[in-house]
């Protein structure tokens, strides 16, 4: 689920760990569900990919797409 794709890929940022295979994978299937994520999920996917370096243009310009309805449920933390 988008939780434990969002908590795995946190934990490896979290230790300083980029696997490039497992990045590409979340990214993957991130981009075909991120309906299905919720504004803390994103937040720590999005951390995460920058916090080790891992460049994925397309999941942020997915991310960036999220109708400005969305927005809302965001807070100044997630959206920092």
């Known amino acids: 689920n988008s939780q434990n794709i969002a908590n795995t890929i946190w934990a490896y940022a ?8 497992l990045f590409d994978k979340a990214a993957e299937i991130t981009l075909r569900r991120l309906d299905e994520f919720n504004s803390q999920e994103i937040a720590n996917m999005v951390w995460a990919y920058a916090t080790v370096g891992h460049s994925s ?3 942020f310009d997915k991310v960036t797409d999220i109708p400005l309805s969305r927005l809302h449920k965001f807070n100044s933390q997630e959206i920092a």
């Open 14 to 21: 979290t230790i300083g760990h980029s696997s490039p295979q």
């Open 57 to 59: 243009p397309q999941l």
